[in-house]
């Protein structure tokens, strides 16, 4: 997929041309769902959560954003990014208010290089973390999101951000590593 025909088509979109969404479906859908099915591989075998659910989601969620300013294709999936979270995140509450306090739903981090691989990770403390990570730095939270989420690389979050790919590379391990204290703290 051309990062550059995806900008033109959500440019032509944003400014009514109803063709350019027809376009723009197919090149995004793919990718969207892409990313939904690297986010839940590693599920427990009996979660409810299917990718084409997650993806159909967000994409609904996405084209009902009139008021956004596409600027590129790394934006539209930055934001998908938040959605996907905010999906996957309301789906793990839901299921543990319907089991009273059930077992959590449960992500594995073996899709955040460097980060241990084995280890399974609770969406929801997951979410609490990168909640109180925005408090301290927003933009080490936001980097995050970007790459676990969107599955954005480096080069791509930078274009979000508009930072340097140096400051990107540098907050992702300091984030990374806040994170781990966090969640381990959490699973004590």
């Known amino acids: 997929m051309s990062s550059g025909s995806v900008t033109k088509l959500l440019v032509e979109w944003k400014q009514g041309d109803e063709d350019a969404l027809n376009k723009l479906i197919p090149l995004v859908y793919v990718e969207l769902k892409r990313i939904a099915k690297a986010k839940l591989k590693n599920e427990q075998a ?5 990718a084409t659910v997650l993806a159909n989601e967000a994409y609904l969620r996405l084209i009902g954003c009139d008021n956004i300013d596409w600027k590129n294709r790394a934006h539209f999936f930055g934001v998908a990014a938040q959605l996907m979270r905010n ?27 460097d980060l241990a691989k084995e280890k399974d990770l609770d969406l929801i403390a997951l979410d609490d973390a990168l909640n109180e990570l925005s408090l301290i730095d927003p933009q080490q939270s936001r980097i995050v999101e970007l790459k676990y989420f969107a599955g954005l690389d480096m080069e791509e979050i930078a274009e979000v951000l508009s930072i340097s790919t140096a400051t990107i590379s540098r907050d992702w391990k300091i984030a990374k590593l806040w994170l781990l204290q966090q969640l381990d703290n959490t699973q004590k």
């Open 87 to 113: 999906i996957l995140v309301d789906h793990a509450r839901k299921n543990i208010a319907e089991k009273r306090g059930g077992d959590r739903y449960r992500l594995s981090l073996c899709d955040i290089p």
């Open 46 to 50: 009996n979660h409810s959560f299917q």
